[in-house]
């Protein structure tokens, strides 16, 4: 199954895709910059809303977003998670090569995540997400793509992580959110002497 966004021109445009067999997703809106849905595990009645993004290149839509973020975070109490391409390097360390990031832009996102009661899941796998895919003297590379969660969604998927990718056919990497981990069967040692 699958809800998409419209592009502006070649540009932005979002897809949002699942396995219907796992899970049940309801569209509540969409627009150029969000897809928002609720989201019911069908093997349980735990439900959540999800917020898919591909923020704008431009700061100006990039706040739009943000308080639109911030605008839904009071009007529900449910687990929640925002997801997607935001554009918005938050630290210094987020972005190599280029412009330093700009602190002004960095504290308006942080206030729509601390709005939103949102914490990063952090990641594993290469540290930037997008490339401009030049030479190393006018290398570009940011981590901009990322998995935000409130505490209610955390407290039932205390196991969740993220895993970035490796980059191909596009200069962002995919970014794998995983609700489960993979233990492997361990048996007791035997007992010697």
């Not at 360390?93 to 729509?112: A, E, P, W, Y």
């Not at 939103?116 to 490339?131: A, H």
Request: proline content about 4%.
């Amino acid at each position: 199954m699958a809800i998409h966004s419209d592009t502006i021109g070649y540009a932005g445009g979002l897809w949002l895709l699942w396995n219907s067999d796992r899970v049940e997703v309801s569209l509540i809106s969409k627009i150029e910059q969000e897809i928002h849905v609720t989201v019911k595990v069908c093997a349980s009645d735990f439900s959540w809303i999800f917020f898919a993004v591909y923020a704008s290149p431009r700061f100006e839509e990039r706040s739009i977003l943000w308080n639109n973020l911030s605008a839904l975070a009071e009007l529900h109490n449910m687990a929640w998670v925002i997801a997607g391409e935001f554009n918005e390097p938050l630290v210094e360390d987020d972005k190599f090569g280029g412009r330093t990031v700009s602190m002004n832009r960095s504290l308006q996102f942080k206030d729509c995540l601390d709005k939103c009661n949102m914490v990063d899941l952090g990641f594993s796998g290469p540290r930037f997400t997008w490339s401009n895919g030049r030479e190393l003297s006018m290398l570009i590379q940011e981590r901009i793509d990322r998995f935000f969660v409130n505490i209610v969604w955390y407290s039932n998927f205390p196991e969740a992580k993220v895993t970035h990718l490796t980059r191909c056919h596009s200069d962002h990497c995919p970014v794998l959110l995983e609700t489960t981990q993979h233990f492997q069967l361990q048996l007791p040692k035997p007992f010697r002497f």
